[in-house]
């Protein structure tokens, strides 16, 4: 084969470009970039803190490992959520969990 035959021989090893979509704004990133150099990117450009950053493509969260490795693919819109901690504070949860106690308590005595 010649090298002007019009026919390409696949390098391996070559790292293939593809652009997805998070949020509004389109990154061009090799297909074995990973989540945590992805979160980075869109840190330095959106200014939230990459350890809040959570990713999903479709249902999927993105983890770790590479883009190629989580299923992302040319032209895929990831979804950006903030990973916020949810629930009550520790000791607000212990004093209305007694409170609760005390109540029942009060109620099964009360039934008798």
């Known amino acids: 084969a010649s090298p002007s035959s019009g026919f390409e021989q696949p390098v391996i090893g070559k790292s293939i470009n593809m652009q997805i979509f ?3 704004r389109a990154y061009t990133v090799d297909a074995d970039t990973s989540v945590e150099t992805l979160k980075l990117m869109v840190e330095n450009l959106e200014f939230v803190p990459s350890d809040l950053l959570c990713l999903s493509n479709g249902a999927a969260l993105l983890e770790g ?3 190629l490795a989580n ?4 032209d895929d ?3 950006m ?3 916020a901690k949810g629930g009550m504070r520790g000791k607000w949860k ?10 029942r308590r ?5 039934a008798r």
Do not use: P
């Not at 299923?71 to 040319?74: F, L, R, S």
């Not at 212990?94 to 109540?103: F, T």
């Not at 009060?106 to 009360?110: A, E, F, G, T």
């Open 81 to 83: 959520t903030l990973d």
């Open 65 to 67: 490992g590479s883009l």
């Open 22 to 24: 998070v949020g509004e």
């Open 106 to 110: 009060k109620m099964r005595q009360r």
């Open 94 to 103: 212990k004093k209305r969990m007694r409170r609760l106690r005390r109540k």
């Open 77 to 79: 819109v990831l979804t």
């Open 71 to 74: 299923g992302v693919e040319e």
